[in-house]
């Protein structure tokens, strides 16, 4: 029909030239007529038996289609099922009956059906891959449609799963201090020990299918396939902590740090999986020891044990020489940038006025990049000393100077923190910089790409304590800390060890007695540590809103829309460990309109900086937290609870 106009376009233009050849010549006239008259009867004629052969193939295409139709929904592999809005069934195929392995489920509901409908429920309009009734199948759930898909999918779940007896995965073993361990021992004694640890740990190769080779006499090599990795971390590496649980009890101090690493990737380099294990390993180490690191290339790391306390036995050998190192690394740069965490602490400020004036003996220039509207009021008491105050400018630098200071050749130097989303020095560590790093947190996988040094020691109280120890490595400078310096690196070691109760060790008095020594001024530490009563009040009522949960766990909140800073916080944790049957405490409070912070502390017995990392955060084992942006207290605790819960499944 779209066709008509032309149709009728052509009739009346040949009518026309018909009526003028009857006025021309009346003979051609009647033969063009009579043409006309024959093309309109062929062409009734033919329209109607085309019309009528149309219908016929219609007629025959809907009666194929209404079998295909059928045939498709009754017979198709795809699994397929509706439900109404109270999730009965109102109607299955075929494939669904089979697969439910019923046939009268019509106006049952789901739950009634089979509890894994529960889980599919949950789902979204992807596909998902689960186990139903016994089989995998590859399962979506279009709640918009009210209709439940299942594809099988046995056989290419066969296949992922003996591609994992290929896949290889390389690891190191690490036999924690095993120098030291072994030096109170005779010949006989360390053969002894040494035969009984091989046989422990080749039981244990033999039982996951591990090929464990000795390269050194404390490390070892690691081969074995994905699917055996899989199973090992199902026991969450339980036998190196129970083995280390044993030989404890022997007071014989043995752990075992691990790094481990394999690719996803259809083709990889040997050698690169073996540097990925290296960086495992060493990752385990700088975050203390005693503790397995698993990654590939293309996830997140995942942690096991580090669920106790070690003593490090720091040397001043490594101190030195890290000294060295870091006098070295000043003098080839330009200038040198040093940089705190956020929301800055006592033991972040000390230790970065500790570094500068390691940096300005060197004949350095150097600033200290702050953010003045984070700072606490112990902090603004401290930088308002006279003998400061009158050079604070020329020592502090704020972000919108920044970027005039740099150079292709500055250095920045990281203090108590290395992860570069905590930094001061966040949007710089991306540039290419080269970065030292001195902390005394357990390292995180989070971790600046140009570092050139890094000195790490989980071991220690403080940063300051570290920093500390350079200047009593230093030679010839008996003047080289004034009193002011002194006074702020004993301050930070005193918040940090919370008056030297926790995290004390016997090089952290050390360290305080050098101090006190250059002239650290306890009274007017004192002084500037002293609280606000609106500041008591706060922590009071912190305190007074604690909440025990799974019997252990005391977690406090704070008021929805009061800003409360990270010492008040922190203190709060502290003193709810006091309370009975309590071996953690938390307390989620507003760090600042946007932000959400949690303050984690624990006796020894649960490891809170594996909670706190499960949330973006860090810390140590029994002194951790966490910042989270745009969410309410309620939900943080939310957040927190579930953590707790899973960690403890």
């Excluded at 596909?127 to 449609?145: E, N, T, V």
Aim: proline share 1%.
């Amino acid at each position: 029909m779209s066709y008509s106009w032309q149709i009728y376009s052509v009739t009346a233009i040949y009518l026309c030239i018909t009526i003028i050849a009857f006025v021309m010549k009346w003979e051609i006239g009647i033969l063009l007529l009579v043409l006309f008259a024959l093309i309109l009867c062929l062409m009734v004629y033919n329209i109607n038996r085309f019309l009528f052969s149309v219908n016929v193939v219609a007629s025959k295409l809907v009666m194929n289609l209404d079998s295909i139709k059928e045939d498709v929904f009754n017979h198709n592999p795809m699994g397929i099922l509706m439900y109404d809005d109270e999730h009965r069934v109102i109607w299955g195929n075929h494939s669904a009956l089979s697969i439910i392995n019923k046939n009268d489920i019509v106006g049952k509901k789901l739950d009634q059906i089979s509890d894994e409908f529960e889980t599919v429920l949950g789902f979204d309009a992807d596909w998902h891959i689960m186990q139903f009734a016994g089989k995998m199948y590859k399962i979506a759930h279009k709640p918009s449609l009210k209709a439940i898909y299942w594809i099988d999918f046995e056989k290419e779940h066969e296949i992922i799963v003996n591609k994992k007896y290929n896949q290889l995965v390389f690891g190191y073993l690490l036999i924690d201090d095993y120098d030291e361990l072994v030096q109170s021992l005779n010949d006989q004694e360390v053969a002894d020990f040494d035969a009984t640890l091989v046989t422990r740990l080749n039981g244990w190769a033999q039982t996951f299918d591990v090929y464990l080779k000795r390269i050194e006499d404390d490390k070892y090599l690691m081969l074995l396939n994905k699917i055996g990795l899989e199973h090992i971390e199902a026991s969450e590496f339980k036998f190196f902590s129970e083995l280390r649980d044993e030989y404890h009890s022997k007071n014989t101090p043995l752990s075992f740090s691990i790094g481990i690493a394999y690719d996803n990737a259809e083709q990889f380099h040997i050698s690169d999986l073996a540097k990925e294990a290296q960086l495992n390993l060493d990752l385990a180490l700088g975050r203390g020891g005693d503790q397995i690191v698993v990654k590939s290339s293309d996830e997140s790391a995942r942690f096991y044990g580090g669920e106790t306390q070690l003593q490090g036995n720091r040397t001043n050998t490594r101190s030195k020489l890290v000294y060295q190192a870091l006098t070295n690394q000043i003098k080839q740069a330009s200038n040198i940038l040093i940089a705190g965490h956020i929301y800055p602490d006592m033991d972040s400020i000390g230790s970065a006025l500790g570094i500068y004036k390691i940096v300005t003996e060197q004949r350095k220039t150097a600033k200290i990049i702050v953010n003045e509207a984070q700072f606490n009021s112990d902090i603004q008491q401290l930088l308002s000393s006279p003998q400061i105050s009158y050079n604070v400018k020329n020592i502090f630098l704020n972000h919108d100077s920044v970027r005039e200071y740099m150079t292709s050749k500055t250095l920045i130097i990281l203090v108590d923190h290395h992860r570069p989303s905590l930094s001061e020095a966040k949007e710089l560590l991306v540039k290419g910089y080269n970065t030292v790093i001195i902390d005394h947190h357990r390292r995180s996988e989070d971790f600046p790409a140009q570092t050139v040094l890094t000195y790490i020691e989980p071991y220690a109280s403080s940063t300051g304590e570290l920093v500390t120890e350079f200047f009593m490595n230093m030679r010839n400078t008996i003047e080289s800390l004034n009193h002011f310096e002194a006074t702020a690196l004993l301050a930070g070691i005193i918040v940090d060890t919370n008056n030297f109760s926790h995290r004390t060790g016997s090089r952290t008095f050390d360290a305080a007695s050098y101090l006190k020594g250059r002239g650290a001024d306890t009274e007017q530490i004192q002084r500037i540590l002293k609280e606000d009563l609106a500041l008591v009040k706060k922590r009071n009522q912190l305190i007074e809103q604690t909440e025990i949960v799974f019997n252990e766990y005391a977690v406090s909140c704070g008021i929805e829309d009061q800003v409360i800073d990270n010492i008040t916080a922190a203190q709060a944790a502290d003193n709810m460990l006091n309370l009975k049957n309590v071996e953690a405490s938390f307390v989620i409070y507003r760090r600042s309109p946007e932000t959400i912070a949690i303050s984690a502390r624990s006796i020894g017995k649960i490891n809170v900086q594996k909670i706190m990392e499960t949330l973006g955060g860090g810390g140590h084992l029994s002194n951790a937290a966490t910042q989270i942006n745009n969410v309410t207290v309620e939900e943080a605790k939310n957040l927190l609870l579930t953590k707790i819960e899973n960690r403890r499944d």
